[in-house]
């Protein structure tokens, strides 16, 4: 039986998603379950079991929540929701970007002969997430009304400890890994899901530019483009 583990960093990005849940068939309320300083909540939206979690921000609480959700709560599937930073041409704000694969760009250990972006003493440095995720995201992207006005595409997600909000840093990312967008936990839940080797997709709603001037942007457009980003998630999640 497929029961989906959906994480957001922040409050808004799992916001929308905590308010579509029902009680599991034959429960009165919603389970919540505190551990590991988080809450995880178990239910059910549109009919499909899912456990819902704000993660915090950062590559060390993402990739905690996920090993959680995977470990205590069984999930089979995993999907990243919430806000990015641009970085491919032709991106804009509300635009969505489902991955291909997740790396780390501030992951530098060149000075022992490792590629940039290279993880020491793995065989993997690039995740690659699930083609039937990306499929079904892409597919139910089209009939969203939500969606109306902006563009999906398929893409790389970069993943630091870093607002991005230079745009000689958002250079320098591109340069180095070439990604779609760039934001602060993708990887590491991407990361946490190839070792357990449970299926993962990430999801991110375009809020700024990634570059200077983009905290304004952040501020205007984070909410909006959380729930976009939610929309889309809880549009696919009966056809995984």
């Known amino acids: 039986m497929k029961k989906i583990g959906i994480i957001g960093a922040m409050e808004i990005e799992v916001e929308m998603l905590k308010k579509a849940m029902q009680p599991?068939?034959?429960k009165k309320e919603i389970a919540s379950t505190e551990t590991a300083g988080l809450v995880f909540f178990e239910g059910s939206i549109g009919g499909v079991d899912t456990v819902v979690v704000r993660s915090g921000i950062g590559k060390v609480n993402a990739a905690l929540c996920a090993q959680r959700l995977i470990l205590q709560f069984g999930v089979t599937a995993v999907i990243n929701t919430g806000i990015?930073?641009?970085?491919?041409?032709?991106?804009?704000?509300l635009d969505i970007v489902v991955s291909t694969d997740a790396l780390y760009h501030d992951m530098d250990v060149t000075g022992f002969g490792y590629k940039i972006c290279?993880?020491?003493q793995m065989k993997v440095s690039d995740f690659a997430a699930d083609t039937h995720m990306i499929d079904t995201a892409r597919s139910?992207?089209?009939?969203?009304?939500?969606?109306?006005?902006?563009?999906?595409?398929?893409?790389?997600?970069?993943s630091g400890d870093q607002f991005i909000s230079d745009k000689k840093i958002?250079?320098?990312?591109?340069?180095?890994?070439?990604?779609?967008?760039?934001e602060m936990e993708g990887a590491a839940i991407a990361h946490a899901c190839y070792i357990s080797g449970v299926?993962?997709?990430?999801?991110?709603?375009?809020?700024?530019?990634?570059?200077d001037g983009g905290e304004n942007t952040y501020q205007f457009?984070?909410?909006?483009?959380?729930?976009?980003s939610g929309s889309l998630?809880?549009?696919?999640?009966?056809?995984l």
């Open 221 to 228: 457009n984070d909410k909006t483009a959380a729930e976009l």
């Open 199 to 211: 299926p993962f997709l990430i999801i991110r709603c375009m809020s700024d530019m990634a570059d």
């Open 170 to 182: 958002k250079e320098h990312i591109r340069d180095i890994c070439n990604p779609a967008c760039v």
């Open 118 to 120: 290279e993880i020491p």
């Open 84 to 93: 990015a930073g641009a970085m491919a041409h032709g991106l804009g704000v």
């Open 24 to 26: 599991l068939a034959g």
């Open 233 to 239: 998630v809880m549009a696919m999640l009966e056809k």
């Open 140 to 158: 139910v992207f089209k009939a969203l009304p939500a969606a109306v006005g902006h563009h999906i595409v398929s893409g790389r997600v970069a």
